[in-house]
């Protein structure tokens, strides 16, 4: 298996140390694979892909990397189609996150939540719901298998956006792998009696992680704010003659602040999902059973 790599037997051994065998992947076609994102332009193959369990091993992982002059790159859950994660370089190490999906702290009284960047936004959620809270931002379309570091990675907007806006808004600090492998907490938890209940301890270093698509540091642990869950959500949907109808309106439902997410389909990609055999009346049958069966991100 180590010929399908061109990294010496010691590097891979090194990697191996870090994380275990069962969690370093050298197979060809599984890098392939983990290095392609959905939008299926080519790309570089990642040389090697760990998939480490907590902040210590990434840590370590980046190290090795660092001091064998190997460009890293960090996966979530590989919902990404802007070559997001994709490597641009050759002898890449890519970084597989999945495995870092842990809940570590609900603390309800301080209204924040730390988890893993692992961790799916649907995992996050339903844990929270426990709890009668969610985050303000909880999730893009895909939350079924994207990940927290990956949103914030992305700056995604989606669900909750209509009132709370994206993701790096409700992040309140960070833990970040720097890219010697340094650990670097943002946000007050870095005091050493703090905890993790407020951003802007300092400088706002908490702003410069986000919507950097991994490029400043990898995303290891986040702390996201918490609101009330709540009680009733309604939905409803409309048809309009022309894109500029339906953007006018959702200019103004924006404004007024009415809607916790407000989206709508363009003709383009319509057309385009009609082309692959998906009609708009289907897909929005789909939408309606996700909304009156379990509703939001749950149902998706």
């Known amino acids: 298996m180590r010929e399908q790599t061109s990294l010496s037997s010691e590097a891979v051994e090194q990697f191996i140390k870090a994380v275990g065998s069962a969690n370093v992947v050298i197979d060809e076609v599984a890098r392939k694979l983990l290095s392609t994102d959905l939008s299926f332009q080519p790309g570089e193959i990642a040389d ?14 980046v190290t090795i990397a660092a001091s064998a002059n190997m460009p890293v790159v960090a996966r979530g859950g590989g919902m990404s189609y802007t070559q997001g994660y994709q490597p641009e ?7 597989d996150l999945r495995r870092m999906d842990r809940v570590i702290e609900i603390n309800t009284e301080d209204m924040y939540v730390t988890v ?17 809270v969610r985050t303000p931002y909880f999730g893009p379309l895909s939350g079924m298998y994207a990940t927290v570091g990956g949103a914030l990675s992305q700056n995604s907007l989606f669900l909750g956006s209509g009132l709370y806006n994206t993701t790096a808004e409700s992040a309140l600090g960070l833990t970040i792998i720097l890219a010697d492998g340094a650990i670097l907490q943002t946000g007050s938890a870095a005091h050493k009696n ?33 609101i009330e869950a709540p009680e009733v959500t309604l939905f409803m949907s409309f048809g309009f003659d022309s894109l500029e109808a339906m953007l006018h309106t959702q200019t103004i439902l924006a404004r007024k602040r009415i809607c916790a997410e407000c989206y709508g389909f363009d003709p383009y990609y319509n057309k385009s999902f009609e082309n692959q055999g998906f009609t708009f009346g289907e897909g929005l049958a789909v939408l309606k059973d996700v909304a009156t069966t379990e509703g939001g991100i749950k149902g998706l």
């Open 89 to 95: 370089l050759p002898g890449s190490l890519l970084v």
């Open 116 to 132: 893993q960047s692992g961790c799916t936004w649907k995992k996050l959620y339903e844990a929270l719901l426990e709890h009668d």
């Open 48 to 61: 090697i892909v760990v998939c480490p369990a907590d902040s210590k091993e990434l840590s370590t992982c």
């Open 194 to 226: 703090g905890q993790p209940f407020y951003r802007h301890f300092g400088p706002d270093m908490t702003g410069i992680f986000t919507a950097d698509t991994g490029a400043f540091g990898i995303k290891s642990e986040a702390t996201l704010r918490l």
